[in-house]
């Protein structure tokens, strides 16, 4: 895991290239606060599966969905 000011400056850099020129990317991490914070879409594995998948916003925000509720703790 990163530093938080490397975290933070890692983010804005990433966000700041994203809206400049429209790329996607896979990012891989373990950190669900930094993903929060850069992805659209997430996929959530265990074991080497997806066990979810959506927008961030519905995998954060919804309360229907508690898959991912172990990794949040």
């Known amino acids: 895991m990163l530093a938080?000011?490397?975290s933070a400056n890692l983010m804005r850099l990433i966000k700041g290239i994203q809206n400049e020129t429209a790329f996607?990317?896979?990012f891989?991490?373990?950190?669900?606060?930094l993903a929060q914070k850069i992805?659209?879409?997430?996929?959530?594995m265990q074991n080497f599966k997806?066990?979810?998948e959506g927008s961030t916003a519905?995998?954060?925000y919804c309360q229907s969905i508690h898959l991912h509720n172990s990794l949040l703790a």
Do not use: G, K, Q
Not at 28 to 33: F, I, R
Not at 39 to 44: N, P
């Open 24 to 26: 996607s990317m896979l």
């Open 28 to 33: 891989v991490t373990h950190d669900l606060p």
């Open 58 to 60: 519905i995998i954060f």
């Open 50 to 52: 997806i066990i979810e």
């Open 39 to 44: 992805a659209d879409r997430l996929y959530i």
């Open 4 to 6: 938080p000011p490397n």
